[in-house]
């Protein structure tokens, strides 16, 4: 049984910083696509950012370029997303999902019914 658990997520104030981590397990790693998706209070969730299976291609919607890395271990089946400069516009529920298509820079628009596997999600709440 396929399997993505997020980790790492809690309070942080205005400008710090949190990485998370999503650990895989049940499905064969290396043939997807691993993308993070957030969804504040109220709004639709949203692509955050994705990593290609091989690790070496990555995209970031405009909303977090240049602060958000995304960063993956295939031996550990993890991926992670490294958070600098955080808002409280970034205040969230983070989910890790995977899709057996290419990442591309269209991650911001990719519909969440795409994913074929989800995680529980982890709550990022960033004080002002």
């Known amino acids: 049984e396929a399997h993505l658990v997020e980790s790492g997520g809690g309070l942080v104030q205005a400008g710090g910083s949190l990485r998370l981590s999503c650990a895989a397990s049940?499905?064969?790693?290396?043939?997807?696509?691993i993308y993070w998706f957030r969804q504040a209070p109220g709004k639709e969730r949203e692509g955050v950012s994705c990593i290609s299976s091989t690790g070496d291609l990555s995209y970031y919607a405009d909303s977090v370029k240049g602060r958000f890395t995304i960063s993956s271990d295939n031996a550990k089946k993890t991926v992670y997303l490294q958070m600098n400069g955080l808002t409280p516009e970034d205040t969230a529920v983070y989910y890790c999902?995977?899709?057996?298509?290419?990442?591309?820079?269209?991650?911001?628009?990719?519909?969440?019914?795409?994913?074929?596997?989800w995680g529980q999600g982890t709550q990022i709440t960033v004080s002002s």
């Open positions: 049940g499905f064969s790693f290396n043939d997807y696509t």
């Open positions: 999902a995977a899709d057996p298509w290419a990442c591309s820079d269209s991650v911001h628009s990719i519909a969440p019914s795409a994913m074929v596997y």
